[in-house]
């Protein structure tokens, strides 16, 4: 099991907290606060001025598995993220059709390369249908999550701490979102490629193509695939609206519950990422990269959802202490991520965030 633990904490108190690595308790009562039910998934430890302060906690990433409480949403969510990798590999390996377009093109007298180049397209748009589909089913199992980690009578932040494992799969949606459109981006195979198809099937069906794959990819579907994929990000895009959705839709629930889940969140992967001595518990290196998407995630969720953003002074969020972090990460790991940060947020670039901030992204 990894555990975390406040910065300031450790300072005060290193011996005590080799103790409670251990599961020994050997702090005094009035000096931490101790919540030893969840010594599992989770261990908290807070002087008892850190928890006035606000939350600070470990969530266990690597090991977190469901309560009961938990089964029935956890069984939904992790139907859709056990088909998450493939959707990735089935993305790494895309390819294009660019080299069958332009011979169609340069050709158009050429029935064979028009064949050839439509025959070479279709497969990819049922692939790329795939995708879509995929975060239909990913926006559905936000919002499953969302409810449970926002529903009354717990505060956020009581739910993140008894329903870890429904926190990890949340996790894991950011994570697999982020890792998804840095793939996309690097690819502009897509676009084209669907862009050809969508012009052939416009030209009325001409030269007697086999045009079956209409049935798979009708023109509504293709219209909102094309949407879809005109996006930068179009997962992290899936992912915001379904946020905000979620917010307007649930009038009676306080906007709060929703953001102190996400600035929790954001808060938590920041202290695991600046702490040396706590990333180097983690069993796997992976789990480093796996945080730093984790907070950009919800960062951009937040700042979706929130109507002053997540950069602005009254935000939950310590924006310039997340920056910070990820810029003393190396730079291959994070470009795509401080990308995500300038480029799919919604209010860097409003009047009210610190001109320090920005000039931390630019």
């Known amino acids: 099991m990894t555990t975390c633990w406040p910065a300031a904490a450790v300072q005060r108190t290193p011996d005590k907290e080799v103790d409670a690595l251990e599961g020994k308790p050997g702090s005094p009562p009035d000096t931490v606060c101790w919540n030893g039910n969840q010594m599992g998934n989770l261990l908290k430890v807070l002087t008892c001025t850190e928890l006035e302060q606000g939350p600070n906690f470990f969530l266990d990433f690597e090991n977190a598995q469901p309560t009961d409480c ?24 895309y390819k294009g059709a660019g080299k069958e377009i332009r011979d169609a093109i340069q050709n158009p007298s050429d029935m064979q390369l028009q064949e050839q180049a439509w025959n070479s397209v279709c497969p990819l748009v049922i692939r790329l249908k795939k995708f879509y589909n995929f975060s239909l089913r ?5 919002q499953s999550l969302l409810e449970s980690l926002t529903c009354p009578p717990y505060t956020p932040t009581q739910h993140l701490e008894k329903e870890q494992a429904l926190a990890k799969q949340f996790a894991e949606i950011l994570h697999f979102t982020l890792r998804f459109d840095e793939l996309k981006m690097r690819i502009p195979a897509i676009q084209n490629d669907f862009s050809y198809y969508r012009r052939t099937i416009s030209r009325n069906r001409i030269n007697n193509l086999n045009l079956d794959i209409e049935n798979e990819v009708n ?3 293709a219209n909102r695939m ?3 994929y005109a996006e930068a990000t179009p997962m992290l895009k899936t992912l915001s609206t379904a946020t ?8 009676t629930l306080p906007l709060e519950n929703t953001t102190d889940v996400l600035s929790t969140m954001a808060s938590v992967c920041k202290v695991m990422l600046e702490t ?48 910070k972090v990820l810029k003393e990460q190396p730079a291959d790991n994070v470009e795509g991520l401080l990308n995500a940060l300038k480029f799919t947020t919604k209010h860097l670039n409003d009047e009210s965030t610190p001109k320090n901030i920005r000039t931390m992204l630019q």
């Not at 480093?288 to 002053?308: A, E, K, S």
């Open 70 to 93: 938990e089964r029935e949403v956890w069984n939904q969510v992790n139907t859709v993220l056990q088909d998450s990798e493939s959707v990735l590999a089935d993305l790494q390996a």
């Open 138 to 142: 990913l926006e559905r199992a936000l």
């Open 219 to 221: 023109n509504e579907m």
């Open 226 to 228: 094309s949407l879809f």
């Open 244 to 251: 905000t959705n979620f917010v307007t839709e649930n009038k």
């Open 276 to 323: 040396p001595d706590y990333t180097s518990r983690f069993n796997s290196e992976d789990t480093l990269l796996f945080c730093m998407r984790v907070m950009v995630g919800v960062i951009i969720l937040y700042d979706h959802v929130h109507p002053n953003g997540a950069f602005n002074k009254s935000s939950k969020i310590d924006m310039k202490g997340c920056i």
